[in-house]
Every structure is written in C-alpha cells, then in structure tokens.
C-alpha cells in the first residue's frame, strides 16, 4: 500500500502533535518538518523524518501528499494559508471564527487554482464541535445550542493578561458553570448570558513591585475578554505557575436540548463532550484524520477549500466502506 | 422556495414520530401516509395531510420527493426496501446490524437502476452513534470504542419474554452498569464483557395460574438475549405495567477513550450521550434530516444507497454551506 506522505509545517506543540499523530496511522508517513528557524538546530521527537527549512518546501511537492499547517490563526495562516494552498493538499486549524468566511474565499481561490485540495478550521473547535452543533440542530430544529469550553487552558486569555502592565506570566482558565449545565442537562432550555456559562480562573505572576490591586482590577474589566465574565484572579510565584499550571489539558461540552411530540412532550438531549489531556495532541489527531480525506478527495477531483461540514466521515477513516457498514454502523 | 415533499410508508409511532417532525422542518411537507390497513381507518395526527393505502403510492411517484420507511427491520424493511428503492428516493432505519451489508447491496442494486438515492440504517443506532464510533475510532486510532445502551425498553427483549408460555405480556429495560462506565471514563479502557456493561430488568404480566418460578428461570437462561447478562425480573400486575411502563423513552452513550504522547503520557475521552424521551420520535427526526440529504444527492445526480457514513454534514442542514460557516463553525 502506497503510504500517505505528509508534511508538517511549523514545529511548536501542534507541529510536535502531528509528528507523534502520524505514527499512530499505519497508512501515513512523515516526510519533513518545514520550519523558518535553522532546520539543523530542530531535533525531531521521532527519528523517522527530518526538518528542512521552509524555504525547501516548494521543491519538494512531488514527494508530500499533505501538508499540515501548524502556526497560528493570527500572524502565520493568513499568509501560509493561501502560499502552501497553491502548491499543496493542506489541512489547517484556522480558529479564528469571525475571520472563517473571508479565509474560506482566499484559500478556496488558491485551491482551485491549483487543483489542490485544502480543508480549513478543523480541531475540535471549529471541528468536532462545529460538526456537533450542526448533527444536533438538523436533528433536533425545535431546540437550542450550548456550548461549553472548558476546564481548560485559554491561549489568548492568558496572553491578554500578560500584556497588563506589571504582568510577568499568567495562565487563565475557563471553567464550565456547573449550574448552568444542569439546567441545559434537564431540558430546561436556559437563555444564558456569557457570564452564567463560564467562569473565569486567572493565576498571575506579578513582576517585583508591581501595583497587584490594579492588575487585578485591568483583568476584571477587560471588554470582550473578561468584563462580562465572573473572574477569579489569584497572585502567584513563578515557581507556583510553572509547577501547578504547565498542563495543556482542556476540553468542553456541546449540548443540543430540542422538542418533539404533539404537544411538544418529548424532551431529548444530545451531549457531546471532550475531555483532553494534551489539547495540541488532540487536534493534531485530527487534523491527521482530516490529511487521509484530503488526500483522497484530490485523487478524486474534488479541488478547493473543504470544512468538516463538506466531508462525507467515510473518508476520515483507514477502513474501507465495506468494512465500515459491517463493523461500525 | 419548492418545498422537499414526503411520503411516509407504515403508520405505527416511528411513521407519527416523521408525520409531527415534517412540520419542524420548514422545508419540508408531508404529502401522505401510506398503509396497508383500510386508508379511511386511519385518523392522522395533524391535518394537513392524508393517508392512503399503500397501493397507491405508485402513482405518487412525481408528487413525492422521498419516501419514509417506517416499517421493521424483520418483516417489512427486506421487501419494502428494493420495492420503493425502485420508484422513490427512500430513508429508512434498517437496524439488524449483522444484515446491514446483504440489505445495502439489494437497496444498492435496485436505487442504482432506478436514479433514486437511499438512504439505508439511519436513526440513532445504527445511525448517529455509528457516525461518533467513526469519528471517534478516527481521531484516536490508539484506542478503544465502547457503546452502551439504556436505560431504555428494548423492543426485541421484551418480545422474547413475551413467547414464553405463561406471559401475557413484557418490558424489558436495558440498563448501563455505573461501574463499567466510569472505568472507560477514567480512560482505563478496560475489556469488558457483556455482563459488566449492562444489566437487564424485566417488567412481567405472568397469566393466571403460570408458574413464575418456571418464566424466571427461562428468561435467565435464555441465549443470545439473556444468558450473558445480570437479569432482575420482576411480576407485576397489568395495570401497574400499563401504568408504570408505558413510555418509550431510551438513550445511551458512545465512549472512545484513546493515547497520544511519546510515551502514550496523554489520555483522551470522547463521550457521546443521548438521553430521549421517545424513541420513535428521535429517530424519526434523524430520518427526516437524512430525508434532506437524500433529496439534494439525488439532485446532484448521486444514486444507489448510502449510509449515514457516506453523506457529508452539511446535507442535513436547512443552511446554505456559507451560512453554515459563519454561524455553525
């Protein structure tokens, strides 16, 4: 069997995550890791494959089936994004929501230029809970959505906070309200503000000196990241931060409550939960599952940007549509 | 906009369940109910509609875009299917698992030569489970599935007890073991048998003057349905059995539990949990989402039968793909 040749680009925790994820895949290979640092200062997890600088990519498209892009939403997709599109089948996890639809336009046009077949936002979310919200409101259209995030590290929280002044690290977390979730859990269908849902858990490293009061007041009325949230900020040593908090875990809840019956009688509750040891790990497996159905939707002609909404789960899967019906339906 | 016209074949509550979640569908409108009893027997639910006798349906075949199989997977599925296959885009909820292949070659067979697109197996189990046992089983390939059933009536159990010589009538529930879940919760991933995951009460009418002691011993032992299991039954009136055990409520959860890491140091637990009032009107819910997908497949020229594994999500959607990136992902 001819191996899925994959390519990574960008080797912080999600590039590592896909490193170790190919392995798991028996009909997956890993070609190189492409990196803008010296690829003879990177030292792979794994000794199978090597890291090149990024600038080799683009001579190597014959011999990578998928590239997996691993940088950032922010500064690294927007350019990556449409650049890799033009030369190769990529899978990235694009997460910045409000920016999907233009990101979809831009990576669909490279796409199709180039015959390419690139799947966009995938992960968990958007990903697996993207596709959760959309099962459950087809099945259930008299109801209502939730989602919960949480416990779990937030990335961009964390570096709002550090951007304080007198701030020398800082880890938030966002914690699903228990009180809420059993409300959505009994069928009750809660309209819920931002701050019934989730709570939010700061642990701040202060910097010698620093005016702690007045940190902690900059956190809590933060628009958009913390002002409309219940906050709980403690101060913490470096020490503290760095042992207690170093985990990447996370995880989160989708829930869809709807109604059937005559008389609308009939409560029903769909819950899909995630609960995450390594967040990176994690996504980085699925955007390996995504990489197989890339791939196989190019060798079928089926060009241009893809989100998980677009791809049949077949392809997701190493087993063939026979045995799938005979095994897991 | 031109409404997806339905027809649904079998009027017992799975067909009801479809005929109250046409309406919730804004898209969608019911065009009849076909049966084999006496047409004007039959009082419908809702009023905009009626019910015809299943023979004429086949002079229905231009004004009914997909027709609705609410039969059962013993008796009527295996003809009714290849017959409507050959005239109607169908759904249907076929769930004898260990047939599910033989039946998609036969539906397959005859939609191929008819232009029609069948949906085959959908509901919840075979159905939406089988999709999060994929997806699941995909994103963490180092890992181990679990699906349990309950608490809910199983039909077939309840049935058994009913043959045995002596009971006038049965309700069997089947009942997730705490202990076994919260070990696959834990990320364990044990191996357990089918006594450690469920357990089976069983609701008895016996008649008049019937030895219990007897009836006990013979859904004990009973193979396939009973012997493998922890078994409770209990004897109970008529009336208490009319009026403690009337509901068809049911559920159950789909675990995947899986490593990643260099040194498999990270777990992961995906769960999947339903919790349904009615049964019948949940997978006739699913049906009808799967009705949509049917219907736009078949207008994309995509014949022959599919499974839930087959059809993208983005099919069972009332959004348009655009919307559904902006809103859903």
Redesign the interface.
Known sequence: MQKIRIGILGYGNLGK?VE??TA???DMELVGVFTRREADTIQL?TTNSKAYHIDEAKEMTDIIDVMILCGGSKSDLPTQGPEFAAMFNTVDGFDT?AK??EY?DIINQAALKSKKTCVI?SGWD?G?F??????G??????GKNYTFWGRGVSQGHSDAIRRIEGVADAKQYTIPIEEALDRV?KGEMPELTARQKHLRECFVVAREGADISRIEQEIKTMPDYFSEYDTIVHFISKEELDRDHNRISHGGIVLQSGY???HK??????????????NP??T???LL?YA?ATYRLNKEGSYGAK????????Y???KS??E???T??
Chains 1, 2 share one sequence.
């Open positions: 995550g170790l994820g798991q895949n028996k997890l929501h999907i639809p979809y936002s958007p697996l993207s596709l959760n919200r959309l099962y409101e087809a099945v259930l259209p008299e859990r059937t019956g005559l009688e009939n409560t029903h509750i769909i819950e899909y939960g995630l609960k995450l040891d390594s790990d994690f980085a497996n699925v599952a197989r989100t998980v909404f677009d791809i049949a789960p077949a997701l899967s190493m549509n026979e799938l019906r005979r897991l339906l």
